[in-house]
């Protein structure tokens, strides 16, 4: 197994996880605020793993029309 497909599962299980989460969250099943923070919390650390394993698929930092990084020191003649 290579390890594009490798992050590739991951990412899945992250989008899945979240949407489980986000399901308890909006479903009423959290009865204290502690739970309740809890979940955001990981919801927020899912959302920042999937974040940066998009970034490895993608390798945006590459490409000059992909992304958003901007060459601030490019001369034009």
């Not at 299980?13 to 969250?25: D, F, G, H, N, P």
């Not at 479903?27 to 502690?34: A, H, P, T, V």
């Not at 959302?47 to 034009?76: F, W």
């Amino acid at each position: 197994m290579n390890l594009e497909s490798i992050i590739v599962k991951i990412n899945k299980y992250t989008v899945k996880r979240i949407q489980e989460l986000s399901i308890a969250v909006t479903s009423g099943g959290i009865d204290n605020m502690e739970k309740y923070n809890y979940i955001i919390g990981q919801i927020n650390a899912y959302e920042a793993v999937k974040q940066e394993l998009s970034n490895l698929l993608e390798d945006k930092e590459l490409y000059d029309t992909k992304g958003t990084v901007v060459d601030i020191n490019k001369r034009n003649p």
